[in-house]
């Protein structure tokens, strides 16, 4: 399934009032890859919560496909998620008292029998291929990095419709970070995946078709790098 983005007048305040976001329009074609890039501070994770339906206060529009996510109700939106969302975020997300392989593939209990072996033995080889082969060991004994690549390897085993990431080379040595650009580029180019990545690696920006630049919580660019 291929689910095109479309966001029209997405406003966040933060509880004392202050705009947090303020998105006019944006929108985005599935199977595109596409950086968002900015300071410190100017809103990026936040845009990335509000894509996944995340925030409960953010008013306006969020489209994926037919979907209204803001209409829905916190267990429509996290429905929603479950099925078409894999999501590689700053925290984790993982189950502490399971091992690495049942976290990465935690996503298959939203799929229907049939297609768990298949989603786990994805799990198992993306954990692999990030280097990670005790499959079994809990994660609670797991360093920041390591649970990064746990947490990337569930959203990639998952295949669904649309990946965001927020900087999901940040705790990679070089080797790994850009062993994982390559495999983020070709998930995308082999599943139509609609790839959006906060980064402030130029390796993984320089890969995107489009890279947005957010200031203040607004779009301030919007452009294709120049080796892309
Ligand atoms: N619930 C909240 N209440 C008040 N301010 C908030 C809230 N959530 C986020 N902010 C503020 O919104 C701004 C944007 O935060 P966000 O985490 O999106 O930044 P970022 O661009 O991802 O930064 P970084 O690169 O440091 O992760 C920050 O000033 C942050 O303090």
Redo the contacts with the bound molecule.
């Keep these: 399934m291929s689910l095109p983005l479309h966001v029209a007048d997405l406003r966040l305040r ?2 004392r009032g ?1 705009l ?1 976001l303020d998105l006019p329009a944006l929108s985005a074609t599935p199977g595109a890859l596409i950086g968002i890039r ?1 300071a ?8 990335l919560y509000a894509l996944a339906g995340l925030l409960d206060r953010a008013e306006g529009s969020v489209r994926w496909g037919d979907t209204e996510l803001l209409s829905l109700g916190s267990e429509g939106r996290a429905r929603f998620r479950a099925r078409n969302i894999g999501m590689i975020f700053q925290d984790f997300m993982l189950f502490e008292e399971l091992g690495a392989l049942d976290n990465a593939s935690l996503t298959a209990l939203f799929r229907p029998r049939s297609e768990r072996p298949a989603l786990r033995a994805r799990a198992r080889a993306r954990l692999e291929a990030l280097g990670l082969t005790d499959a079994e060991r809990r994660v609670t004994s797991f360093s920041g990095g390591e649970r990064q690549r746990v947490a990337i390897a569930r959203a990639m085993a998952a295949e669904a419709p649309v990946l965001l990431a927020d900087e999901p080379t940040a705790s990679l040595d070089r080797a790994n970070a850009d062993r994982l650009i390559d495999d983020l580029v070709a998930l995308v180019r082999t599943q139509g995946t609609t790839l959006i990545a ?1 980064s402030h690696d130029p390796a993984l920006l320089d890969r995107m078709d489009r890279v947005l630049t ?1 200031e203040g ?1 607004a779009l301030a660019a919007d452009e294709v790098p120049a080796c892309a």
Aim: net charge positive.
């Design positions: 933060s509880p202050r947090l900015g410190s501070g100017a809103g990026k994770t936040t845009l906060v957010i919580g």
